[in-house]
């Protein structure tokens, strides 16, 4: 079986957390590399991200990844973060620029992922595995797919260990972005991100703020389910269980599934996968 991880984000309720502890309890029998933990748009949830992931490591013996953003933050309060970090035993950051969020006028002291990684290194050496993102369909922000490419080969040069792809359900895309990197002189792992489908009106929402297209006969057969949400949740299993058996075919070095800190749409992917 390919390696997989799974990403969840930081509860804040009580009832949120005893729902992750179960998401948690039933993923973790499918031995996943490593667990990824979001962050909040301007540190809304940074405490509880570092929370989340000292119980992930602590309680359920995961190796946990904490999702780290240079946005709004200072240089001393990134270190102060990555010092914590070090201390609670994690071996790997995902560093993302992040979104500024609206009302917020400093962008902090580093301006780009790339400047984000150049810090963690200068900090702390090796000490940690640093995955960054990558968008097979083009950051919604970029100027244009080439200079997103440029930005990308910017986060390797300042000393990333591989990528984590924004999900996407054309598997072309992911190749054609693979090929694109080679030829720049990339060589490290590019990881495609997985998001299984539950609820396609969430998934609609999501898929237009991060610019991942939905094929129109994939939104067409949904929208034809009506509120069959059995119907959705077969149909949507069975065509990310195809996607991830073509990824993996075609090279793919391992998987990274995007929970949403629900167990059942990424097992059932896993089911029909074997």
């Known amino acids: 079986m390919i390696p997989i991880s799974f990403e969840f984000y930081p509860p804040k309720t009580d009832e949120q957390r005893a729902q992750l502890d179960r998401t948690v309890d039933k993923l973790k029998a ?20 570092a929370e989340t992931v000292q119980h992930l490591l602590q309680a359920h013996g995961l190796d946990a990844a904490p999702h780290l953003s240079c946005v709004g933050g200072t240089r001393e309060e990134i270190a102060e973060l990555l010092a914590r970090y070090r201390d609670i035993g994690c071996k790997r950051i995902v560093a993302l ?14 301006r780009y992922a790339s400047d984000l990684i150049a810090f963690i290194r200068s900090e702390h050496g090796d000490r940690f595995h640093i995955e960054v993102g990558a968008y097979p369909e083009t950051h919604p922000q970029a100027s244009d797919a080439l200079a997103d490419l440029r930005h990308f080969k910017a986060k390797i040069d300042a000393g990333a260990d591989a990528a984590i792809t924004q999900y996407f359900y054309n598997a072309d895309a992911y190749f054609h972005f693979v090929d694109a990197v080679r030829a720049l002189g990339v060589q490290v792992p590019i990881v495609p991100g997985i998001m299984p489908i539950s609820n396609f009106s969430q998934l609609r929402r999501f898929s237009e703020q991060c610019g991942a297209e939905i094929p129109r006969w994939v939104s067409r057969k949904m929208q034809a389910f009506g509120d069959d949400a059995e119907s ?43």
């Open 30 to 49: 499918h031995a996943p590399e490593y667990v990824s933990c979001t962050f909040g748009a301007g540190g809304s949830t940074l405490s509880y991200t």
């Open 97 to 110: 620029r992040g979104d500024l969020p609206s009302g917020m006028g400093h962008p902090g002291d580093l």
């Open 232 to 274: 959705i949740r077969d149909f949507g299993a069975d065509i990310v269980a195809r996607l991830c058996e073509r990824l993996v075919a075609g090279g793919a070095p391992s998987l990274h599934f995007y929970t949403l800190n629900l167990a059942k749409p990424t097992q059932a992917v896993l089911s029909r996968m074997g």
